[in-house]
């Protein structure tokens, strides 16, 4: 057998029970709601306990203030004066935004180490990032899996050049939060995922949107060409500082396998400031050329929703749709991206469609967008309205990871067995608990309830628990209920 199992005598089990091993000591200790998720909460508090729980001093506010109000008044004019913000607090705080419990990079370095000698680290830092002497370590590349079965390479970097890369980033976001379009979402301030399925349900109920291009770039951060990054940079940016940085993050190496690689093409998915270069390379490529270029030339209305590199497009009319779907190719391809042939279609998205099939080729009627499914369905009045689900994907991805971690923390004392398997639901709730999902939110909980059950009863082979010994197990230590985090949208 494994560990000894925490036991109680008889309030809650009958006297002998087998089961009786899994009840917690305490009576009593019924899950709490996690303030960083209380409705009405204020946003800023779940990053603030991400990230160390420090609010942004007032002098780098108030140097952001300004970098941002010089980009504002001066829209035509690339910035050269940057790196002179860069002080003790500014990387201080941008060391207390990093988070500490991510993966080590190359050099194995932890933040608990870094943070011994804090002071002497971070005065060098400030040193070798404005003498040019700060060298950029490889990137170690780690796969994730991917919804399609494929696999998703990141960058794990180290934890000094994730302080680094927030420092900078702290200098551009200003700069380009000024040119940045409404259309992007991704990673910016004040900004979220779901934001931008607020403007795709807006774009489709408010504003007649029925068909749609869901588009998928084939590896974009992989595909991303710095020359022409560089091009668009200097249009704002020409600090000599901050442009040598990033040429140096640019330019590090891939270590995988024990080899460090380097590629004249890309830029890792993972850094802190990936998601800024993005962002700059797609507002020019994408978001300015559908706002200017293509939008006039629309017969009806339509919409670009983007969080990062995924998108898609809503259009009023299908011949719209179409001629965008020609063209769009032709302008990715001259900044040297792809779409997947496979992956990127076109949506008939009219409410109470059938699938059908034009050319031999199936025309979908719904799509996913942000691990979300878009269908039809009838409102409590009966009326058509668009459904934002959990998509069977991302759903049953969630159901698989429940399970693994019910399975590996079986062992461990009730208390954490709950503690752990209600931050899990809390999180995802916090995600996907928006209009017209409570439905596949409680049926998570059902599947996480069946998943603790079901390994709690495999502790060892006397541990089986019946199901009335496990709903009385619940009443002491309930797992959070279904709810709707986020309501825009009519029922």
């Not at 001066?74 to 060391?95: C, F, K, Q, R």
């Amino acid at each position: 057998m494994g560990r000894e199992s925490e036991s109680i005598s008889d309030p809650v089990f009958d006297a002998g029970s087998r089961s009786a091993s899994i009840v917690l000591k305490t009576l009593g200790n019924a899950a709490q709601a996690d303030p960083a998720e209380e409705r009405g909460a204020p946003l800023y508090r779940t990053a603030l306990e991400k990230h160390g729980g420090t609010l942004r001093p007032q002098s780098v506010q108030t140097k952001q203030e300004q970098i941002a109000e010089l980009a504002r008044n001066n829209p035509g004019m690339a910035i050269s004066t940057l790196h002179h913000h860069i002080d003790y607090e500014w990387v201080l705080y941008a060391y207390e935004y990093t988070r500490k419990d991510g993966a080590t990079g190359v050099d194995g370095q932890t933040a608990t180490e870094y943070a011994a000698h804090l002071e002497q680290n971070l005065l060098s830092l400030i040193d070798r990032i404005k003498s040019g002497r700060y060298y950029a370590p490889a990137v170690l590349r780690h796969y994730i899996p991917k919804g399609d079965g494929g696999q998703r390479g990141l960058g794990i970097t180290s934890f000094e050049d994730k302080v680094a890369q927030r420092a900078i980033v702290m200098l551009l976001e200003p700069v380009y939060e000024q040119v940045f379009l409404d259309c992007s979402h991704g990673f910016r301030p004040k900004r979220s995922a779901h934001r931008a399925l607020q403007a795709v349900w807006t774009a489709v109920m408010r504003q007649g949107g029925r068909w749609i291009l869901d588009v998928d770039v084939r590896k974009f951060f992989d595909s991303l060409d710095p020359a022409k990054l560089r091009e668009l940079l200097d249009s704002r940016v020409t600090d000599g500082v901050v442009r040598r940085m990033i040429d140096k993050w640019l330019k590090a190496g891939v270590l995988e396998d024990g080899q460090v690689h380097y590629s004249d093409l890309g830029t890792p998915q993972g850094g802190v400031i990936s998601p800024l270069l993005a962002n700059i390379y797609l507002h020019h490529v994408l978001d300015e050329w559908f706002a200017e270029q293509v939008q006039p030339r629309l017969c009806g209305r339509s919409t670009l929703a983007r969080f990062a590199d995924d998108f898609v497009m809503v259009f009023q009319y299908k011949d719209d749709a179409e001629r965008v779907l020609e063209v769009l190719g032709k302008r990715l391809g001259k900044f040297g991206l792809q779409l997947h042939p496979d992956k990127t279609q076109l949506v008939d998205f009219r409410a109470g469609r059938k699938p059908q099939h034009a050319g031999g080729v199936a025309v979908p009627t719904t799509f996913n967008f942000l691990g979300f499914a878009h269908v039809w369905a009838k409102s409590r009045w009966g009326k058509d309205v668009v459904r934002q689900m959990t998509a069977k994907d991302r759903f049953a991805r969630t159901v698989a990871a429940i399970d693994d971690t019910c399975r590996r923390m079986r062992h461990e004392p009730i208390r954490e067995q709950h503690r752990r398997l209600c931050l899990k639901l809390k999180g995802h709730m916090a995600y996907f608990g928006i209009t017209g999902n409570i439905r596949r939110v409680a049926w998570l909980v059902h599947e996480a309830q069946r998943s603790w059950r079901k390994w709690l009863s495999r502790r060892s082979n006397e541990s089986r628990v019946p199901w009335d010994a496990f709903h009385r197990l619940l009443e002491q230590c309930p797992l959070p209920s279904p709810r709707i985090y986020r309501r825009y949208a009519a029922t």
